[in-house]
């Protein structure tokens, strides 16, 4: 018995029959139904419940795998959604369907869809936990091991990418893969510079404005998530799911700190929720937080609203809090929330 499509898809072919049904909508009411439960959640989660978060990456990345696994290209989608408005509405609905979500919470209570239910976002942080233990290092070790961490994977990636190059339609077809180097040289400036340093974390408002230009003017970019469910193996994807994971080995979720075009968006439209992570108390400069928090939103009592993706981890130590800011309070929605001096 033969299959026309991989061993890792074969749970595709039981959906085939009952494809174009309600069934189709399943992934996108269980979507919003986690949301929901999420938003409900997180301002009452005592840390000692964080597991709750694991639960709803798992079972997020679960439903991505079986129900969305062609690729997880929300950015991509929207614009292609609209193009179709007027000659396939159902199928402008369903592309749009997703990113209307994802945008509705994220403006209503920051970058949870990043934290909580993003199946990437989930295997860099798992694989940060590698950089995690690294940067307890004495400053020097730790750098020079990053260092060359990160020359060897640059050495395999630029092999690879060379391995797998295509004959034609270099930047299209290469765009996943470009991406993917783009991370590593980040990192190597990251590195000299403190990882939570906002000019290094703002490359991924280029990384998004690049992104978008190329989708609207019909480049197919792909992504590191594109090279496991897409309907063929796209090798540029391959390259950039390596890279991105290794980049995560020698810092902590690097890819969403500096590159990821979707979450440089969500970043952005963060900025207006009005739940978020505040702290109201002098800092003590004990780094305890900078440590803790895999994103490095956070800097001597200082949170970055556009980093932040509401794990929650923080909570109670130093004086971090939730709070709701409405229009009224003192802290309008900014990039930091600076903590107010102590009194003299």
Not at 5 to 11: A, N, T, W, Y
Not at 53 to 61: G, H, I, K, N, T
């Amino acid at each position: 018995m033969s299959f026309t499509i991989p061993l890792f898809k074969i749970v595709q072919r039981p959906l085939l029959p009952i494809a174009g049904s309600w069934v189709d909508t399943a992934p996108f009411l269980i979507f919003f139904i986690l949301f929901a439960l999420i938003s409900y959640l997180i301002p009452r989660l005592p840390r000692r419940m964080l597991w709750v978060r694991r639960v709803s990456q798992v079972l997020a990345s679960f439903i991505f795998i079986i129900f969305l696994h062609r690729c997880l290209c929300v950015m991509r989608g929207w614009v292609f959604a609209l193009k179709t408005v007027g000659r396939n509405d159902i199928i402008a609905f369903g592309y749009l369907c997703m990113f209307a979500l994802i945008v509705a919470f994220t403006l209503t209570v920051g970058r949870v869809f990043c934290g909580w239910l993003c199946p990437l976002g989930f295997f860099n942080e798992v694989i940060g936990t590698v950089a995690a233990r690294r940067a307890k290092l004495p400053p020097d070790v730790a750098k020079r091991s990053g260092r060359l961490m990160l020359s060897g994977i640059c050495l395999l990636v630029v092999w690879l990418a060379f391995l797998v190059r295509p004959s034609t339609q270099f930047l299209s077809e290469n765009a996943a893969a470009i991406w993917g180097l783009a991370l590593l040289v980040l990192l190597f400036a990251a590195l000299r510079r403190e990882p939570n340093d906002l000019s290094v974390k703002r490359a991924k408002y280029v990384s998004l404005a690049l992104w978008m230009f190329l989708s609207v003017v019909g480049v197919f970019v792909t992504s590191p998530w594109c090279t496991l469910f897409g309907d063929e193996v796209d090798y540029s994807s391959i390259v950039a799911l390596f890279a991105v994971l290794s980049g995560g080995l020698v810092l902590s979720m690097a890819w969403c700190r500096y590159v990821c075009p979707m979450g440089a968006a969500l970043g952005w439209l963060a900025q207006f929720a009005p739940l978020r992570i505040t702290n109201r108390t002098a800092c003590s400069q004990c780094g305890k937080c900078t440590s803790m928090c895999p994103m490095g939103a956070l800097d001597d009592g200082r949170v970055d609203q556009s980093s932040c993706i509401y794990c929650g981890k923080c909570v109670g130590t130093c004086g971090f809090e939730w709070e709701r800011v409405t229009p009224e309070s003192d802290d309008p929605p900014s990039i930091t929330s600076t903590p107010r001096e102590p009194a003299v």
